[in-house]
């Protein structure tokens, strides 16, 4: 069975950083295109980053370029975002993503993990 | 303001069919394959639709989706209560080598 499993969220002061991490299992991660996706409190979904497999290619929103790192452990299985000076329009919660393989769409999604800047 | 445009709300009779609408641009639908997303209140978005027409394995056929030049639309026929969820659009736009989503229509089977 496919797993996503997203850690790392909590409450940080605007300017703060965070690390967050996604635990997969179950299918062959280092094969797999890998996106963050975030959604705030009652509003949509909105992308915020992409890896391609291999580690060659990443991708970010314009909102977070700059501040945000996409990284991955194939060894490990796991997917990761740091987040550095976070600001309160980053609150949200923040969703791992797998991509179908070889095509377009997410077909897997963890839990996510809730994401709070404030003072 | 989201990339691609979606009615907010559409709502229908148990039993009826509804249609979703997703508006974008020849740089994202007119050049990309379309996803639909289906989020049920506190939970992750589940897939319903992948390149344009495809259903995963597991999502009824009452689930359809079509695409015709910068729009795509997402079929639901036989309504039932439990369809009763946000449902979003998702693509890839070329120029801005970012995904993008629409902004969410909320189903309501009355």
């Known amino acids: 069975e496919v797993q996503l499993v997203e850690s790392g969220g909590g409450l940080v002061q605007p300017g703060g950083s965070l690390r967050l991490s996604c635990a997969a299992s179950?299918?062959?991660?280092?094969?797999?295109?890998m996106h963050w996706v975030r959604q705030a409190p009652g509003k949509g979904l909105v992308w915020v980053s992409g890896?391609?497999?291999?580690?060659?290619?990443?991708t970010y929103a314009d909102s977070v370029k700059g501040r945000f790192t996409i990284s991955r452990d194939n060894a490990k299985n796991r997917l990761y975002l740091q987040m550095n000076s976070l600001r309160a329009e980053d609150t949200a919660v923040y969703y791992c993503?797998?991509?179908?393989?070889?095509?377009?769409?997410?077909?897997?999604w963890g839990q996510g993990t809730l994401v709070t800047v404030s003072s | 303001q989201s990339v691609l445009t979606q009615p907010p709300s559409v709502s229908a009779a148990p039993g009826q069919k509804v249609t979703i609408s997703c508006s974008g641009s020849?740089?994202?639908?007119?050049?990309?394959?379309v996803s639909w997303y289906q989020q049920l209140p506190g939970t992750a978005p589940k897939l319903l639709i992948y390149?344009?027409?495809k259903r995963p394995s597991g999502i009824p056929v009452r689930f359809s989706g079509s695409k015709s030049g910068t729009s795509a639309t997402l079929g639901i026929t036989g309504l039932q209560t439990g369809d009763e969820a946000d449902y979003y659009c998702?693509?890839?736009?070329?120029?801005?080598?970012?995904?993008?989503f629409g902004g969410g229509t909320k189903l309501t089977v009355l």
């Open positions: 020849s740089s994202n639908i007119g050049d990309n394959y």
């Open positions: 390149e344009n027409n």
């Open positions: 993503a797998r991509v179908v393989f070889g095509g377009s769409g997410f077909d897997s």
């Open positions: 998702g693509t890839w736009d070329s120029s801005l080598s970012a995904g993008v």
């Open positions: 890896i391609f497999s291999d580690e060659s290619t990443t």
């Open positions: 179950g299918f062959t991660f280092s094969s797999y295109w």
